[in-house]
């Protein structure tokens, strides 16, 4: 992985871009929903089409706020911008603040239910890090397709505002309290805070990391991507870009916390190669032990039974686990179907460099595509077995065993 772009030297001028200054980004408000409900007639996004189904839902929320003042037009903004496309179904919706998914329950929980292929409003979720249940099969023991591995999740801060609702001193509050808090972690998971070039707001390192040092987190997969795209520049949690974001990272760099992106927290456990079992077994470590030093500066995560860990994305509710392998699949990949048999087995396909991103030489994340409702364990068993049929399919192909490549396609149950 590495560095083969350019290394930019001066930090952009964020303040001036839509949905990364201070103020909101243009288009539907964001404080409160208008009336009439817009014409969402050409709108394909899971929470535009239930208000189009549902105005008498619109009508009810539209002036609505949580305690702390967020209102359905900050939640749904991102879902009126943003049309959707007839075969990319985004969700349309975020959280503002943990009380949202209440407040706003009568859209939220219907969302919730087809995002998730099926959760209803009583529906209670497990939590399961019991690293003892996890799948024993050794993916590809001659490290030929596995580049490497990765496990995330994200948690909240409860009693503090969501990234697309908070305000620059909660997200600087948020960034003070996990900086402390994993400034105590001890053994493999030492490390130190990196707050991103320009980012003024962390007084041992007032002016952040270089350009070249961001780049180069960038580079090895380490460190997010700034947002781009207008799904989360017209949410608002770009907004006062780069202020206390940054990550956190272990000295070999296989344990990361980000901190203000898309959730207060994303914490990370990855490595080179296929050793899942290791990377989950640190996942699970250092999800425990985050939460442990988060509870001694007082505050606790965001959780309940019926949503497991609440975060931004209603896409990530449950688990917010997605355990990914970086994959060299040249032949697969060509195949028409590809994307398609990969959701049968219940897997996501990214591109090389993240969400949104093409994919070159080959080379995909592919991890598990369902967040709620199955257990961490169960999650990264999905991936463990999907991944494995994968690699036999390519090891197939290299044959050119058709008949090998037929047999494994189709055992796949039509009903995973
Ligand atoms: P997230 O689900 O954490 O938001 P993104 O799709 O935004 O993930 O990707 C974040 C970064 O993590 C990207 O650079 C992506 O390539 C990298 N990444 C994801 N999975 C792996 C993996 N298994 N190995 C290496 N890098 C990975
Ligand atoms: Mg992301």
């Not at 591109?351 to 369902?370: E, H, L, M, Q, R």
Request: charged share 25%.
């Amino acid at each position: 992985m590495a560095s083969e772009g350019k290394t930019e030297s001066k930090a952009p001028d964020y303040a001036s871009m839509p949905g990364l200054g201070d103020g909101e980004y243009p288009g539907f408000p964001a404080d409160v929903a208008p009336n009439p409900m817009p014409d969402l007639s050409q709108h394909n996004n899971i929470a535009a089409k239930y208000l189009r189904a549902h105005p008498e839902v619109y009508e009810a929320l539209r002036e609505v706020k949580t305690s702390s003042g967020v209102g359905l037009a900050k939640c749904i903004k991102t879902g009126m911008d943003n049309k959707g496309h007839p075969m990319i179904k985004t969700v349309g919706m975020v959280a503002g603040d943990e009380e949202s998914y209440t407040t706003f329950k009568a859209l939220f929980d219907p969302v919730i239910d087809e995002r998730h292929g099926g959760y209803p409003p009583d529906a209670k979720h497990q939590t399961d890090l019991d690293v003892s249940k996890l799948d024993d099969t050794k993916l590809d023991p001659e490290g030929k397709y596995v580049i490497s591995t990765r496990v995330r999740t994200g948690r909240s801060l409860r009693g503090l505002r969501l990234p697309p609702s908070c305000t620059q001193a909660e997200r600087r509050k948020v960034q003070e309290i996990m900086t402390k808090a994993l400034a105590t972690l001890d053994g493999e998971l030492k490390g130190d805070y990196y707050p991103l070039a320009g980012n003024t707001s962390y007084a041992p390192k007032p002016t952040g990391m270089t350009a070249a040092e961001e780049h180069q987190m960038r580079e090895d997969h380490f460190l997010f991507q700034e947002p781009d795209s207008t799904l989360l520049l017209s949410s608002g949690m770009g907004r006062h870009w780069p202020d206390a974001r940054g990550i956190f990272a272990n000295h070999q760099k296989t344990f990361l916390v980000w901190v203000n992106e898309e959730d207060h927290t994303r914490i990370i456990s990855m490595q080179k190669g296929a050793d899942i079992k290791e990377v989950f077994t640190r996942f699970v470590t250092a999800v425990n032990q985050v939460e442990k030093v988060v509870k001694a500066e007082g505050f606790e995560f965001m959780h309940n039974d019926h949503l497991g860990y609440v975060l931004t994305c209603p896409s990530n509710l449950g688990t917010g686990l997605r355990a990914s392998v970086m994959i060299k699949i040249p032949l697969f990949s060509q195949k028409p179907d590809f994307k398609d048999i990969c959701v049968r087995m219940r897997l996501q396909v990214r591109g090389g460099a993240g969400v949104d991103s093409a994919s070159s030489g080959g080379v995909f994340d592919i991890s598990n595509k369902d967040r709620i409702g199955f257990g961490e364990v169960q999650l990264v068993n999905l991936m463990i077995t999907g991944v494995d049929r994968i690699i036999k399919i390519e090891k197939a192909l290299e044959a050119g065993d058709n008949a090998a490549y037929d047999a494994l396609v189709a055992g796949i149950p039509a009903s995973s």
